[in-house]
């Protein structure tokens, strides 16, 4: 999934990646993940918070590796996804799976 952020958003698809404005993250356990945050940190004086859990926590992807997701780093927003997106998720991450045939 190469393009593809820890927090789920396929940057391939960005137009400012497009137009050369910004790198992809990369996964949380991705050498992309590292050589990101350690430019945010240079360039901007801090780093996206959710990027930088899922290097510590060794997710590639939140929204499909984390236990905790969506954690508070998701929840204080704004983005990258809206409450009404994450409050699907953690609702319907409690119900049952699907009975296969």
Known sequence: MEGTG???IN???CKL???GKCSPCGAGLSQ???LKLAAQ???LGGACPILEC???SNVFFC????PD???EKFQQGPYPYSTGFLQMQARRREQPKPKTN
């Open 11 to 13: 940057c391939l698809t």
């Open 54 to 56: 899922a290097i510590e």
């Open 63 to 66: 929204l499909r590796d984390c």
């Open 32 to 34: 992309q993940a590292h």
């Open 6 to 8: 820890a927090c789920g």
């Open 17 to 19: 990646y497009i137009d």
């Open 41 to 43: 940190q240079s360039l």
């Open 69 to 71: 997701f969506p954690c």
